[in-house]
């Protein structure tokens, strides 16, 4: 089981940054591959960003095209805590941001591959 609670969301002005959070608790986390989606008014919920260990020592993160070079994924397993920094922000990057755990194999794109979700946080980017 994982618990996960996303924070940092707000209204900013196109340009602008913010940094979301999503704290984990739950045994399994730091062996989960996490990632990041979004759902904005009326449209699907789409992949943002992606994370996972490939050793001990080596991660990868993955991002849709859309955000690549201006989001990062980062995590800190002894906080047991996510991070999505997204700076240059556009109006188009108006949603709810939700955090969700994979399940221990899958697509690290699609939302059907994840089985744990927080409850979501609103970005507003104002033009």
């Known amino acids: 089981q994982v618990q996960l609670v996303e924070s940092g969301g707000g209204l900013v002005q196109a340009g602008g940054s913010l940094r979301l959070s999503c704290a984990a608790s739950?045994?399994?986390?730091?062996?989960?591959?996490m990632g990041w989606f979004r759902q904005a008014p009326g449209k699907e919920r789409e992949f943002v960003a992606a994370h996972n260990w490939i050793t001990s020592v080596t991660d990868y993160a993955y991002y849709a095209d859309s955000v690549k070079g201006r989001f990062t994924f980062s995590r800190d397993n002894a906080k047991s805590t996510l991070y999505l920094q997204m700076n240059g922000l556009k109006p188009e990057d108006t949603a709810v941001y939700y955090c969700?755990?994979?399940?221990?194999?899958?697509?690290?794109?699609?939302?059907?591959?994840?089985?744990?979700w927080g409850q979501g946080t609103q970005v507003t980017v104002s033009s």
């Open positions: 739950g045994r399994t986390f730091s062996s989960r591959a």
């Open positions: 969700a755990a994979r399940r221990p194999s899958g697509s690290y794109y699609s939302a059907e591959a994840y089985d744990f």
